[in-house]
Every structure is written in C-alpha cells, then in structure tokens.
C-alpha cells in the first residue's frame, strides 16, 4: 500500500489487522482451547494487539527504510553518472590539447608528464624530471605560448605548473588508456 507522503503512518492499522486476522488469531484461538490455566478471552486479545501493532510497526519502517534506501542509491548512481559524462567544453580541451601536444618532442611530453604529476617545479628542479635540461626548458617554453603551463615568480626562482583549465584533459591525451580523471577505468 502507497499512501504517499507523510502517510506511511496509515500502513500501520491495515498491518495491523491482517496480522491480528491472521497468524495470531491462530496463536489467541490455539492458547484458549490448549491453556492448562483458564484465560480471560480479552487479555489474551489485547496481547496479541499489542504484539500485532508492535510487528506492523516494524514492517511499516523497515518497507519506508527500504524505500529510503533504494532511493539514495538511484541518487548516487544519478550523480555518478553524470559526472562521467563530458561535457562539449572538455571535449573541445582535449582536442586543443592534443593539438599541441603534436608540437612536442616525445622528451617534451614526457616533460609535461612529469609536471603534471608533480604539480608546480622550479626551473633549478627539471632535471629531476628525467628530461635533459634543453628539451625541458623548450617544453616549459612552448607551453607558456600556448597557455598550457603557467608560470608564477616565487622567491628567487619562477614556479612552473600544468594550467588547471587543462590538467584534465592533458591526464587523458597523455594516459589514453587510463580513462577520464572522473571515472578511472
């Protein structure tokens, strides 16, 4: 029975009676006739309400919890995949990406692998890269023309880092295989 919202309440009595009709008129009717001690009839009825409404109770909740539950899980299934689709705009930075990407070396890639990985690198630290020093700098070069890496004064030394806008796309073009950052496949 669906009584709507607010209502669920009312699965209580109609619980009620059926097992008040039920399994414990079997189990009121039994006692009376086998109850080596005679029983007041209406004793016995009131036992088995308060036990027929405490069990409808009990079903009542646990079908609204089951409700409650099936419904948070379409929630989070909702949620998720809609997380893993892309959007036009993210398709349009992968291909961007890709663009430039044809540009660099394979050094130069593994370079912007590195610091995508490694987050934000000084000029002194790319050697620690793996990349000769050449190959790194004209990376970290041609991605400050195109605005795939940005650069930021820090101290005594310029900070270098994969611009936000495109770590995503970027983790896609140089790990195809891996899937998209939102839905590791």
């Known amino acids: 029975m669906k009584f709507g919202s607010g209502w669920s309440w009312l699965k209580i009595v109609p619980l ?14 039994s006692y009376g006739m086998f109850a080596a001690h005679p029983v007041d009839p209406k004793s016995i009825f009131w036992a088995c309400a308060r036990i027929a409404f405490i069990l409808a109770a009990a079903v009542a909740w646990w ?3 089951q409700t ?7 929630m989070e299934n909702a949620g998720r ?25 394979p050094e130069g890639r593994n370079f912007l692998r590195w610091l995508l990985h490694h987050g934000a690198a000084f000029a002194s ?8 020093d050449g190959a790194s700098g004209t990376a970290a070069n041609e991605g400050l023309k195109t605005g795939l890496v940005l650069y930021s004064p820090r101290g005594t030394g310029t900070c ?14 140089l790990h195809p295989d891996a899937g998209t950052p939102q839905n590791p496949g």
């Open 125 to 132: 630290e790319f050697g620690r890269s793996g990349v000769d």
């Open 16 to 29: 009620t009676i059926a097992i008040m009709s039920g399994v414990l008129s079997i189990v009121r009717e």
């Open 160 to 173: 270098y880092r994969i611009n936000e806008n495109y770590t995503d796309a970027l983790a896609i073009a």
């Open 63 to 65: 079908q609204e919890h």
């Open 68 to 74: 409650v539950t099936g419904l948070r899980l379409q």
């Open 81 to 105: 995949d809609a997380l893993a689709r892309k959007r036009p705009g993210d398709e349009y930075k992968e291909l961007q990406v890709r663009k430039w990407l044809e540009c660099y070396t």
